[in-house]
């Protein structure tokens, strides 16, 4: 879950304080796309009329000023009810203020991870940056600075979180929890947010017709007693049963289900017996 061009489509914006997308026409959609900017104060994704949105997105941005009309993705128009689902948005930036801009807009965000590395000098100042007005809703979210003196949001607006964790804590709907215990690498140069096991986002998000059926990576929701939170479902690996046979003073073990993935060891030790 980080921004890699080798692994689907994905488009770069080099210039310093522009947006590589900019989703400027009523009702728009992007979907399943991988975007960074990587100028400096690059925007990632902006929503700038109603009725627009993203889906399935991997958004990375440096966006370090102070405009809540702008951020690594944004809202923008005063009237704007964008909205993005099961994407991971990643502020790449030490000392950023904010990670996402939702303006005087009334956008919804559904099961979306918004993330600064951990191992940043200096963590964003907020998650959200909000202007004067507006009602931002979001559920099913993951929220992390990578430092817990931060706060989740800044500005005027009405926040409304439903089932979120923060490494932050002190916002009604948002639940504290460990950052590295959450996600597989929070460091800068790994960035992989899928969840890892024992992650206190697995079964506990709200499960209802406001969310997506699958995840960013296509996994059906939920895969457990109800939604995980943040864009990624959590699949249990696997459960590994072997065999031992004896035969004639020789003994033979055989797999009957698959190991989780990566690199897997099976030893075994017969006293009297050769093994295979």
Same mark, same amino acid.
């Given at each position: ?12 914006? #080099? ?249 897997? #060891? ?8 050769? #093994?295979?």
């Amino acid at each position: 879950l980080a921004y890699d061009a080798s692994k689907g489509a994905a488009i770069r914006g #080099t210039s310093a304080n522009t947006a590589t997308i900019n989703l400027a026409e009523a009702n728009s959609r992007i979907t399943q796309l991988q975007i960074t900017a990587t100028g400096s104060g690059g925007r990632g994704l902006g929503i700038t009329s109603a009725g627009s949105r993203g889906d399935f997105l991997i958004v990375e941005g440096k966006y370090s000023a102070t405009s809540a009309t702008l951020g690594v993705v944004y809202f923008s128009n005063s009237s704007t009810t964008g909205v993005v689902t099961n994407s991971v948005v990643i502020q790449r930036t030490s000392g950023a203020d904010h990670i996402v801009g939702t303006g005087a807009d009334s956008p919804s965000l559904f099961n979306n991870t918004f993330v600064a590395a951990d191992d940043l000098a200096t963590a964003p100042t907020s998650i959200f940056l909000s202007g004067a007005s507006g009602t931002v809703t979001t559920q099913n979210c993951a929220m992390f600075a990578g430092d817990s003196t931060k706060a989740i949001k800044a500005g005027s607006a009405t926040f409304n979180h439903t089932t979120g964790y923060s490494d932050i804590s002190g916002t009604s709907g948002v639940t504290q929890t460990t950052y590295a215990n959450a996600f597989q690498n929070v460091n800068a140069a790994t960035r992989d947010f899928r969840l890892k096991t024992g992650s206190a986002h697995i079964n506990t998000g709200t499960t209802d017709a406001t969310n997506a059926p699958v995840d960013i990576a296509g996994t059906a929701r939920p895969s457990g007693a109800s939604y995980d939170v943040g864009c990624w479902e959590f699949v249990a690996a696997s459960v590994f049963t072997a065999t031992a046979s004896l035969s004639g003073g020789s003994s033979s073990l055989s797999a009957t289900s698959p190991f989780s993935p990566g690199t897997n #060891t099976v030893s075994a030790v017969l006293s009297g017996a050769s #093994t295979t």
